[in-house]
């Protein structure tokens, strides 16, 4: 005698039915169909329903031919200041900074521009006779203001002492800091504030220098100031060179090549 057939453990309850029995909409409802026809029909659905919202979401998001148009440049705006004592006209950006304008516009590359992100010191310059990094002021901040770059600093042929200094001291090596080393202590030096080697190296601290000429740099600034200094294979002016005068056979500080102009 054959064994009975297996008991379901959901007794009676079709197998496509829900747990009461009743039909499943669109499922059990219809004719033949199965549980797993209507998981699978349930699973495109949410597949094509997520597909729709996936791809309404950036057609939503996305940008109108306007917006995604590059912006127009902006137009420039008329400078006027005075430059090393010559009254100066440029056309600027907004975004232009003055480190720019002086060597792209104006030809002035005694500013050097090392890092451009206000860290060396390269590029400093007298505003209204405050030392400030070129490379961090805008341009058109200087309207009808008087910028002195290192070009400005000799009196004719007569250097500022704190440019003899740097000759007479060797207060430089390949040069490229020198013109921001020479207008930052240019302005220590006019400020008529006495200093101790500490407080020049305070000072002075923003103005880095790759070739590492900080202690001839230090006897510099005190030479400058009218203090002792140290001998330190420094160089001399030469018979009938007298103190301010340019020493020959080598250019003032920020005049040499400097790496670059
Ligand atoms: S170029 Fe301006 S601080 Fe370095
Ligand atoms: S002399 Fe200062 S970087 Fe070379």
Redesign the pocket.
Known sequence: MAPPARQRADGDRPPDGSPDGSPIPGAAGTPGASRRRFLTGSAVAGVTAGSLLRGAAPAAAEPTGAAAAPAAPAAETELRFTLNGAERTVSVEPRVTLLDALRERLGTTGPKKGCDRGQCGACTVHEDGRPVLSCLTLALTVRGKEITTVEGLADGDELHRVQQAFIDCDG???????SG?VMSAAALVDSGRPGTDDEIREYMSGN??????YPNIVDAVRQAQGGPVKQRGARKPGAGEGAGKRGAGKPGPGERGG?EA
Do not use: W, Y
Not at 208 to 213: F, I, K, P, Q, T
């Open positions: 430089f090596q390949c040069g490229f800091c020198t080393q880095l220098c790759r070739c590492g000429a790496g």
